[in-house]
């Protein structure tokens, strides 16, 4: 039993056309971690703007203190854990 293979040799437009689509496909896939890093760092400092604000406005003294440093710790922690996966992923994919 014979088997031939037949296949259409690609034109040098075919041929070009697919680094530049895998190239679009990369920058697209970097930009949308780009938008998803940014939105998460927006996220953890609104979470830390919500607990400091209710520092602010409470009336005991301790509590006003443990929302305020947990407002800042929930917004710095927050904000480098989303970084540190984002460049870890962006070391993964090839980015850097």
Known sequence: M???YHQPIPSGEERA???RSS???AERDT???LIVTAVNCCTWTLASYV???FAFHTK???AGGILFYGGLAVGYAGN???LYFAYNRGRERGDW
């Open 80 to 82: 480098f854990v989303t």
């Open 2 to 4: 014979k088997t031939v």
């Open 17 to 19: 056309e697919e680094p």
């Open 60 to 62: 005991d003294k301790q």
């Open 31 to 33: 930009f949308r971690e």
């Open 51 to 53: 607990l400091v604000a």
């Open 23 to 25: 190239d679009r496909q």
